[in-house]
């Protein structure tokens, strides 16, 4: 008895510092989850900015790369279940997070894409293992394309960049109504930004939700501008990256609002050496949504992809999905 109203008390006492306090319950339960991954916090400089990025695990490097509006974090929960897989690393791309955020720079994907080389090289990286989620997916996307020979394998989590996809509800939106939908300036246009982004919303402590709101809302300006330039120069990708042989994963959830689903397959058939899930009732981040079969999934083509590498007479344009 005396435990279980020990526990009690514990429960209601962290309830209440969750509310009264979220800045330091927030840091607490993201630095919770980077230790179950096995994560620490690092910095690197490359010109013109200083790169934050969790590190953690050893072997092969797997870098993870964030979309718009979102950070490193947004890949700490699904770390858990990607150890043992390798070494991985995620940074904050310049614009986000605690890295550099110059009001006047190019946030461009072909930009980022070179800082994402530049941050490779500061860490003494020739090849790599890369994945991305939505923009991030289209930088990693770009990069792989620029730089065929340093890439081992691509991991693609609903990259934007698809051009020929069907208008998403997100895309609509902002066509029609001039919104914001994956931005917010409160806690209230932080639901929204959740709603959107998922099918069914994970479980978020009041603390993580507010620190997660008053980001964006610091942040609400320049992330706007970036997604205002992203949209008024689009990119091609399928077009642009048609034939790429690095051994593909294109993950997508089938109810995904702010990047039609309809783009996975066009991204599948630009890709020879492509596999495609399509993940029925998940949102926009599967590795968050889902993230036990997502890490499942990549595990699995993983493995594949090292078994194929393994074969001399294995063909290179084997489809699967």
């Known amino acids: 008895m005396t435990i279980a109203l020990t ?4 429960a209601v ?16 339960a993201l630095g919770l989850q980077r230790a179950v991954g096995g994560l620490t916090v690092n910095s690197v400089a490359i010109p013109g900015f200083t790169i934050a990025y969790l590190d953690g695990g050893r072997g092969e490097p797997l870098v993870l790369v964030h979309g718009i509006g979102a950070d490193k974090d947004s890949f700490a929960l699904v770390a858990p279940w990607l150890r043992g897989i390798g070494r991985m690393i995620i940074p ?14 190019d946030y461009s994907i072909e930009a980022q894409a070179e800082r994402l080389g530049q941050f490779l090289d500061v860490l003494g990286l020739a090849r790599v293992h890369l994945g991305g989620s939505s923009m991030g997916g289209a930088i990693v996307l770009t990069f792989a394309h620029l730089h065929p020979e340093r890439v ?27 919104e914001y939908a994956l931005f917010a300036r409160t806690l209230a246009e932080y639901a929204g930004v959740m709603r959107i982004c998922f099918t069914r919303p994970p479980f ?17 300006a320049l992330h706007t501008r970036i997604f205002r330039d992203l949209v008024a120069q689009p990119v091609t990708l399928d077009t642009l990256v048609a034939g790429l042989q690095t051994p593909t994963l294109i993950v997508w959830g089938d109810q995904d609002r702010v990047l ?3 783009a996975a397959e066009i991204l599948h058939r630009a890709l020879p050496n492509s596999r495609l899930i399509t ?41 699967a999905g």
């Open 279 to 319: 993940m029925p009732r998940v949102g926009h981040l599967p590795m968050v949504e889902a993230l036990r079969r997502t890490a499942a999934t990549y595990r699995a083509f993983r493995a594949s992809a090292r078994e194929r590498a393994e074969e001399p007479t294995a063909p290179s344009t084997r489809r």
């Open 13 to 28: 006492v962290l309830a209440v510092l969750d509310r009264l306090v979220p800045g330091p319950m927030s840091r607490a």
């Open 260 to 262: 039609d689903v309809s």
């Open 152 to 178: 081992e394998t691509l991991w693609l989590l609903a990259p934007a960049g698809v051009g020929q996809a069907a208008e998403s509800e997100m895309l609509r939106r902002y066509r029609d109504r001039g």
């Open 204 to 220: 978020m402590p009041y603390c993580v939700r507010h620190e997660l709101a008053r980001a964006a809302g610091d942040n609400y």
């Open 92 to 105: 904050d791309l310049p614009g986000f997070g605690e890295s550099s955020k110059p009001a006047d720079a």
């Open 7 to 10: 526990l009690v008390a514990l």
